[in-house]
């Protein structure tokens, strides 16, 4: 027990010794000692407590080789903490600020990949999804030879798939609730956005049905039109999927917009 005591007591001194020290550095005016313990820390794996030492090093010595590595370890140390926010920032502002750094490369990385942890589940608002895009994008226009290309290209390919889930889902619930305009004009938004989408089979499927019912119920000025739209759907939607399990279903809207369109335009004569 008394054993137990000593360590714990020894760990306090050490632990008070090291504070007190870490305070004398961070209070005084040798910014070379600041920088040197900044770097033990860091190296150390005591990051967070590098930063304080890290910010007086760069506000005093901006453009040195001290202030270069010390603005670069303040970002690298909030994205090894895991506060994104901070490290998005300074990782981005780095690889401006000193754009010709080796490090330039993995700074506008970690940047980029501070805003793909941003990215929230396909049901919420995408627009840190759209920003991680962005920054992956940047990233790769920036470095195009570099060794982390196919991961950050894999990267996008993930995001935008995120991207084409939440606006299928959202034709589908347009489609589902029975509002027909929003359905027609969100599924022909996506299939110019997605022109590739495994959904699009589907979405085109939904867009004849509620072209078809858009149509039915519209007033006489637009019915003609919209009849016609609908027709026109249809014949795309045929030569695109002719072999789709929906063509049979879709057929039928082609007959019944057909039948009233003959009578809409012998009753307008």
């Known amino acids: 027990m008394k054993q137990i005591l000593y360590i714990v007591l020894l760990c306090s001194i050490l632990f008070l010794t090291g504070c007190s020290s870490y305070n004398q550095v961070l209070k005084s005016d040798d910014y070379g000692a600041k920088f040197d313990l900044a770097n033990e820390l860091y190296d150390g794996g005591d990051e967070e407590r590098s930063i304080g030492l890290y910010e007086q090093v760069y506000q005093r010595m901006p453009k040195s080789a001290e202030g270069e590595v010390s603005y670069f370890r303040i970002g690298k140390a909030y994205y090894v903490s895991g506060d994104v926010y901070m490290a998005g920032y300074y990782l981005n502002v780095f690889a401006t600020r000193f754009a010709d750094s080796p490090k330039a490369e993995e700074a506008l990385f970690l940047s980029a990949m501070c805003a793909v942890s941003e990215s929230p589940q396909p049901s919420l608002d995408q627009e840190a999804t759209e920003i991680a895009i962005s920054d992956l994008?940047?990233?790769?226009?920036?470095?195009?030879?570099?060794?982390?290309?196919?991961?950050?290209?894999?990267?996008?390919?993930?995001?935008?798939?995120?991207?084409?889930?939440?606006?299928?889902?959202?034709?589908?619930?347009?489609?589902?609730?029975?509002?027909?305009?929003?359905?027609?004009?969100?599924?022909?938004?996506?299939?110019?956005?997605?022109?590739?989408?495994?959904?699009?089979?589907?979405?085109?499927?939904?867009?004849?049905?509620?072209?078809?019912?858009?149509?039915?119920?519209?007033?006489?000025?637009?019915?003609?039109?919209?009849?016609?739209?609908?027709?026109?759907?249809?014949?795309?939607?045929?030569?695109?999927?002719?072999?789709?399990?929906?063509?049979?279903?879709?057929?039928?809207?082609?007959?019944?917009?057909?039948?009233?369109?003959?009578?809409?335009?012998?009753?307008?004569?």
């Open 137 to 269: 994008q940047q990233f790769i226009d920036r470095f195009p030879n570099s060794i982390l290309l196919d991961s950050s290209n894999h990267m996008i390919d993930r995001l935008r798939f995120k991207l084409e889930n939440k606006d299928y889902n959202g034709v589908k619930l347009y489609n589902r609730t029975e509002n027909y305009r929003a359905a027609v004009s969100a599924s022909i938004t996506f299939m110019k956005t997605f022109p590739m989408s495994q959904f699009n089979e589907e979405v085109s499927y939904i867009l004849v049905e509620n072209s078809y019912y858009l149509a039915k119920n519209s007033v006489r000025s637009k019915k003609l039109e919209r009849m016609d739209n609908t027709i026109e759907r249809y014949r795309i939607f045929a030569i695109e999927f002719p072999d789709s399990k929906y063509l049979k279903i879709a057929s039928k809207y082609l007959d019944l917009i057909g039948g009233e369109k003959k009578i809409f335009v012998e009753a307008s004569k």
